[in-house]
């Protein structure tokens, strides 16, 4: 039969396909009677084992994992293969899936699991019957040959409309209808067979596809044999005539995965041949070839597309989308017609994207894509196959991270990359390609500091997988092009907010778990080669992070999209993590500056930038209502392990910037509130952000705490100490167990008993100098809301401390004396960190801060709202600042930085309060006298 004969072949069947039964239907396509079929197909149904599960477990089916028999982290065991006796006295979990986590039992698979752990059924690897005798067979040559046909027509119709997605040809018919526009109807017209012959192509690819996919579920139903056979015959490769002169080699299976992002965005298949591919697994080099192609193809699981909604100048909406990179010149003649009639008074557009329909499924079979990007490195010597990274890196660029969809997309990414990382063998494999890189090199690496102009540094920068997963998965700049409307609901603008930030927290979470996985396999975080990582990264990170800052638009929304860069918060993580064994901050300054290659001036403005993008978020989302995920109050961040909220790390961000950038860096970190605060108009507590920093440490520990396995040194031990007392001494005992989760997050391997951790950091703090708030006072990071437990342990508490419940100190008053007075021993808590913001704020002799408080209080005595409400709004003024200006005076004196700017804003504050002071007692007597009078 030649090829013409057989496309006709295929297309006939294809129409037919819907009224032939099963059997009549192998017999057409195959062209085989019913004698062949039953010898050579049915009677192997039910024969062999399956060297692998791959029992697909539903949304809310129970399953098993035991972490005794594991290899990897991810693992399912469904309860089928789950034999009790097998796994007696182990670590076993009872899973229950969810609609992200639905996945395929790994029972089988010695990737996975260790092989005494199988199920009887899966420990025997090889099958019953020779497979070569059914290849030799005229009926498997038959099938191989319909398959090349049928899925080479299916190819040459997609070519036809490759370009036109779903319902693309009906909306623009529907559009052309409303219009009514006469250029319009002549060029439609006047090409109606070509968009004719389109959407004939449309309905035969369907069908063809229909057909492919009911012949591969008749031939594999129940048959091991024919689906191991069915995989081998997609995975093999065939040449292909491209360019009329160039030979490529390809495959069926590869074949499918080039087109999978434009198969679901052009037909919208309810099923693929992904369907199949846990039969197909029993064949361990299809999985291989399988991670392969989809680490060669990966920018073709996802089509960038352009949404338009168009407004009429009778207010109707029309509504259609198109490829961005179309290359059919008929259609976009046509489209650019239609944005150009009259009728058109309002065209909104947005940037989406589709995902292929086999990407979300292989995320679940994504444990080996390490494996296999190190394995092709090997091969080529080239790092071109990392290049999945930077495509999602580029595509995310294209479209608002503030919809569903979009949230969708990177959940989906972030989950299969996250998957790569629960594998010890991939991420053994990535620091020991350090080693086969770098060869003759490997020992400056472990014992010494790299330069980053020697090759060494820039040869892992640019090939050392471990280095491109981390610094490519996200992107460095703002996005290409936001959206172009905006929600005009306060819910829907909240609701678009609110994606955003669970986008950031799962991109975030993603990264921190690769890091962690990473950076706990070494020794010490102290060691040579954690080092120069750290180093690696944040100098990719300096050198490709956007330096540049948008305040042109007074919605939080687009001043949000305009300025998200998801890497900001990767690179604090990583500088976080980098800066623990800094106690001074010009060396922190000068190694960061050192490391990043950059010329000073660079450096500090790409610092800064960073800086203001923290600033806007950290002011845009301070609303108490919403915005929950970002300061980590809701269900989904609690349930998380060991994570961090979006606004710690923020914080951790503006506190190692004053750090590093002393009294210029707290200038920089005024001005940047006062200006966004200004164009929002929307006011935070300044001083407060001010004494956050200066403070507590508990954001700082709280974000590089879990990833580094808690490595404290003794500076952070005196920052958690800070933690415990402040907590214990709110005098408000409630929200149980929080405490406990609070403490197992850093609590050391030996320090099994809880009780006697809690006391022993009480032992630090045995002086009521040492005490953070009255009762009264229940300010935000000192809220009670990790105690629990600490109600049976009180009393001890108390004793411990030599104290009674009912003596309070002003928050940061005889505290901050205190710590200062005996910084550098082991009584006070203060650490290197906040000692060094807290000189930098005393040497400061702009003080910006306090120009403002003393500025609001002289606006209030010269309003004419009369006395009482002129004392009220002053003493408001002065209780939300006394907390900053106690700091300012006590930094003063411990610094002996006589700085005439404090000394002269102080007295004049303090004139003030003399005035109020009086005018109280004015106000008073006043009552007192009216009241004598009316008796």
């Not at 899936?97 to 039992?105: A, E, I």
């Not at 920093?693 to 990833?707: E, F, L, N, W």
């Not at 303090?910 to 002071?917: C, L, T």
């Amino acid at each position: 039969m030649n090829n013409c004969n057989a496309e006709d072949h295929i297309l006939k069947i294809s129409n037919e396909s819907d009224n032939l039964k099963d059997e009549d239907l192998i017999l057409q396509a195959l062209n085989i009677n019913q004698e062949e079929y039953q010898s050579a197909i049915i009677c192997f149904r039910d024969v062999g084992t399956k060297s692998l599960c791959a029992n697909r477990i539903n949304e809310l089916e129970l399953s098993y994992q035991c972490f005794d028999c594991s290899k990897d982290t991810s693992h399912i065991i469904c309860k089928e293969c789950f034999i009790p006796e097998i796994h007696k006295n182990h670590a076993v979990q009872i899973v229950q899936m969810s609609s992200l986590m639905q996945g395929y039992c790994d029972c089988g698979d010695t990737f996975m699991l260790d092989r005494n752990s199988m199920c009887p059924k899966h420990l025997q690897k090889e099958m019953k019957v020779e497979n070569k005798q059914i290849e030799k067979n005229p009926v498997f040559k038959k099938y191989e040959k319909f398959l090349l046909d049928a899925f080479g027509l299916f190819y040459k119709k997609l070519a036809q409309f490759i370009d036109y997605p779903d319902d693309l040809l009906e909306n623009i018919e529907n559009i052309i209808k409303h219009l009514k526009n006469e250029i319009l109807d002549i060029y439609f017209n006047s090409n109606n067979i070509y968009f004719v012959s389109i959407k004939d192509s449309i309905s035969e690819a369907k069908k063809i596809h229909s057909l492919i996919f009911r012949t591969l579920q008749i031939i594999t139903n129940d048959n091991i044999i024919w689906g191991y056979l069915t995989g081998k015959i997609l995975k093999q490769e065939f040449q292909i005539l491209i360019n009329k002169q160039q030979f490529k080699s390809t495959s069926l299976l590869e074949q499918y995965l080039q087109n999978n992002a434009r198969l679901e965005g052009c037909l919208k298949f309810e099923q693929d041949i992904s369907t199949f591919f846990p039969l197909f697994f029993q064949d361990e080099d299809f999985r291989t070839r399988l991670s392969t192609c989809v680490i060669q193809n990966f920018k073709n699981f996802y089509a960038l597309v352009c949404s338009y909604e168009l407004i009429t100048n009778k207010n109707k909406e029309l509504t259609f989308q198109i490829y961005k990179d179309t290359k059919d010149q008929k259609l976009a003649v046509l489209v650019e017609k239609i944005l150009a009639c009259s009728q058109i008074e309002e065209i909104k557009s947005k940037n989406s994207l589709i995902q292929g329909a086999i990407i979300q499924k292989f995320f679940l079979f994504m444990q080996r894509g390490y494996i296999e990007m190190l394995r092709l490195y090997k091969t080529v010597q080239s790092p071109v196959h990392y290049q999945l990274f930077k495509i999602v890196s580029d595509l995310i660029l294209e479209i608002p991270l503030i919809e569903f969809e979009s949230l969708k997309i990177c959940s989906s990414y972030s989950y299969g990359i996250e998957l790569m990382a629960k594998c010890k063998k991939a991420i053994n494999g990535q620091i020991n390609q350090i080693q086969e890189i770098l060869e003759e090199d490997f020992s400056a690496f472990k014992f010494q500091l790299l330069n980053p102009n020697s090759n060494a540094f820039q040869k892992l920068l640019n090939e050392s997988l471990l280095i491109y997963s981390l610094t490519r998965r996200h992107p460095c700049q703002q996005l290409k092009s936001c959206v172009l409307y905006y929600p005009s609901d306060i819910q829907q603008k909240e609701m678009c907010l609110n994606y955003s930030l669970i986008i950031s927290q799962k991109m975030l979470s993603s990264f921190r778990y690769d890091l962690k996985s990473i950076l706990l396999t070494f020794d010490h975080l102290h060691s040579f080669d954690v080092q120069n990582i750290l180093r690696i990264i944040l100098n990719y990170f300096l050198n490709n992070l956007v330096s540049s800052f948008v305040l042109k638009n007074s919605c939080p929304i687009q001043l949000i999209a305009f300025n998200y860069v998801l890497n900001d918060r990767n690179f604090i993580i990583v500088l976080a993590i980098y800066l623990l064994n800094y106690s001074n901050s010009q060396d922190a300054y000068n190694n960061v500056l050192e490391l990043s290659g950059l010329a000073k001036s660079q450096f500090n403005q790409i610092m800064h930038q960073i800086l203001k993008r923290t600033l806007l978020n950290y002011i845009i989302f301070q609303s108490p209502e919403s915005f929950e995920y970002y300061k980590g109050d809701q269900d989904y961040w609690k349930n998380l392990e060991n994570e961090v909220s979006l606004q710690q790390v923020d914080v951790t961000y503006i506190q190692l910037y004053a750090f590093m950038f002393q009294d210029q860096g707290i200038n920089h970190i005024i001005q940047g509130c006062i200006e966004i605060q200004q164009h929002l108009k929307q006011k935070i507590n300044l001083s407060f952000l001010i004494c956050k920093i200066a403070q507590t440490d508990y954001d700082y520990i709280q974000c590089v705490g879990s990833i580094t396995g808690n490595q404290f040194n003794e500076q952070f031990q005196k920052g958690l100490a800070k933690l415990f007392q402040t907590v214990f001494y709110t005098q408000t005992f409630y929200n149980l167990n929080e405490m406990r989760t609070l403490l197992k997050e850093f609590r050391y391997e030996n320090k099994i008993d809880l009780e006697t951790l809690i006391l022993s950091s009480c032992e630090i703090n045995q002086d009521n100098g040492q005490l953070q708030l009255k009762k009264e006072l229940k300010l935000h990071i000192y809220e009670p809301i990790y105690a629990a437990y600490n109600e049976n342990i009180k009393e001890k508490i108390n004793d411990q401390l030599q104290m009674q419940n009912d003596k309070f100190v002003e928050l940061f008053g005889s505290s901050l004396e205190y710590e200062l007075k005996y910084y550098g021993t082991p009584k006070s808590t203060l650490t290197n960190i906040r000692y060094e913001i807290l000189k930098a704020i005393s040497q400061d002799q702009n003080q910006y801060l306090l120009e403002i408080i003393l500025k609001d209080l002289e606006n209030t005595l010269q309003s004419n709202t009369g006395f009482i409400k002129q004392l009220d709004a002053s003493l408001k003024i002065l209780q939300e600042n006394a907390i900053y200006i106690n700091l300012l005076y006590l930094s003063d004196q411990m610094f002996s930085s006589n700085n005439a700017k404090i000394q002269h804003l102080v007295d004049k504050i303090q004139h003030y309060s003399q005035v109020f002071i009086l005018l109280d007692k004015f106000i008073v007597q006043d009552f007192k006298t009216k009241a004598s009078l009316r008796i």
